[in-house]
């Protein structure tokens, strides 16, 4: 059988749909999440053990980050921002286990998670201020600026797939290149290179999808609130 012009990623098909490393391990990932996660909420208890204390210690971190960026709208995020943020950490810490490629080294799962930030950011939106109010803020302060606001939401949401390809992919290259000059003489130093930048990459990408959701639905007080700026200069 001729395999050219076959990806060699490729691990089987059903039917039309190819299953490539990328979407195997990335099926794993959600996997895992949901049947830890589900583990977890069956056995919460008023005086929790070092696995619930550890949970908890997690939620309540992703809570403040998210309360710092929208205190109004915490917990409406949380599920959303903190999946997002856990699945990250995983999937680009997936790496460093032996014959698996972090999903975020892949443009079309980088992509997808970029598209998934878009859609949620006009969802929330439009489900806290109803659908004429946050349509309308694409009209402030003048109607000429609409072809604008949608090339910026056109171009955030392909920056953001890029961004996190390409540090994923120049990390996961430079271990590579370290290795085959220097061996195995240093394994610590990339395992702990590849462990932060993994960690520092999921925080950014996550932030930033916060700062998007958070900027959705608060598109119309803050529009309200550059007005009323606006207005009082006039006035002085």
């Not at 680009?92 to 950011?121: E, K, W």
Request: proline share 5%.
């Amino acid at each position: 059988m001729n395999n050219e012009g076959i990806d060699a990623s490729l691990l089987f098909q059903i039917g039309p749909v190819e299953i490539t490393n990328t979407v195997l391990t990335t099926w794993v990932i959600m996997a895992l999440c949901a049947v830890v996660a589900g583990l977890i909420s069956r056995s919460l208890t008023l005086q929790p053990g070092p696995v619930q204390t550890m949970a908890e210690g997690i939620v309540s971190t992703i809570e403040a980050a998210i309360k710092q960026v929208a205190p109004e709208h915490t917990r409406q995020l949380l599920p959303f921002i903190g999946t997002l943020w856990l699945f990250l950490v995983i999937a680009n810490l997936s790496g460093l286990l032996p014959g698996v490629h972090s999903p975020t080294r892949d443009l079309s799962a980088t992509a997808a998670l970029a598209i998934l930030v878009f859609f949620s950011t006009h969802w929330f939106g439009i489900r806290t201020q109803g659908l004429n109010n946050y349509l309308h803020h694409y009209l402030r302060p003048s109607p000429i600026m609409l072809p604008f606001h949608i090339i910026s939401e056109i171009t955030r949401t392909i920056a953001l797939a890029v961004r996190l390809f390409g540090n994923m992919m120049s990390l996961e290259m430079t271990a590579l290149l370290i290795l085959l000059v220097a061996g195995f003489l240093a394994p610590i130093p990339i395992l702990m290179l590849h462990i932060i930048e993994a960690l520092v990459q999921a925080y950014i990408f996550g932030m930033l999808a916060l700062i998007f959701v958070a900027g959705g639905i608060q598109s119309q007080q803050i529009s309200q609130q550059k007005q009323q700026d606006k207005n009082s200069k006039e006035i002085s």
